[in-house]
């Protein structure tokens, strides 16, 4: 099980050639817990890839409340695609 967790992990293959990446987790997630926000935000560090993790406080899963807290996110990514 730990080989096929391992194989399915974007972790795994994450590498400097990857593009910007952004991570938006509501820190009151009941469906994925905030910890594999985190897990991914170590390895794309570890491996040197450019990225963000914005933690938005008080959001859910696929909250639609995120609102200043995602926008601030967004232009983040849209500063990286755009330059």
């Known amino acids: 099980m730990e ?3 391992k194989h399915i992990s ?3 293959y994450a590498n400097p050639k990857y593009p910007p ?4 987790h ?5 469906v994925v ?3 594999q ?4 935000d170590q390895g794309l560090a570890k491996a040197g890839v450019e990225h963000r993790l914005e933690v938005i406080p008080g959001g859910g899963h696929d909250d639609k409340t995120f609102g200043p807290g995602l926008m601030k996110a967004l232009q983040w990514f849209k500063d990286k695609l755009l330059k």
């Open 26 to 30: 509501g820190d009151d997630d009941k």
């Open 37 to 40: 926000a985190q897990a991914m």
């Open 21 to 24: 990446t952004l991570i938006v």
């Open 10 to 12: 974007p972790i795994t």
């Open 33 to 35: 817990p905030l910890q």
């Open 3 to 5: 080989a096929l967790a």
